[in-house]
């Protein structure tokens, strides 16, 4: 059984800063492909970031240079650092770890970004 709980969505005016956190619990194996995601109602779900196979990252093109994804193994936590926020950032953001090739959602935390 895996579970994602992801938290520290909210309210922010534009150019602020949030930080996500993702608390992963697993009775398989700790995942080693983790990372964000992000949905908006009507679109595609977008890549933000994430950690690959080979424990390096890859982030989306909108966010490259203002995001920061960051793990600690040792607490079970993935989190997201979000700078410089703009209104288009707005969406829900959701967890997603992949083990044993099967893919893992958090319920998904709403992040929304004010002009």
């Known amino acids: 059984q895996v579970q994602l709980v992801e938290s520290g969505g909210g309210l922010v005016q534009a150019g602020g800063s949030l930080r996500l956190s993702c608390v992963w619990s697993t009775n398989i194996f700790d995942p080693r492909v983790i990372g964000w995601h992000r949905q908006v109602p009507g679109k595609q779900r977008e890549l933000v970031a994430t950690f690959t196979s080979s424990g390096s990252t890859n982030y989306g093109d909108s966010v490259k240079g203002r995001f920061t994804i960051s793990r600690d193994n040792a607490k079970n936590t993935v989190y997201l650092q979000m700078n410089s926020l703009k209104p288009e950032d707005t969406a829900v953001y959701y967890c997603?770890?992949?083990?044993?090739?099967?893919?893992?959602w958090g319920q998904g935390t709403q992040v929304t970004v004010s002009s």
């Open positions: 997603i770890a992949f083990i044993l090739g099967r893919e893992y």
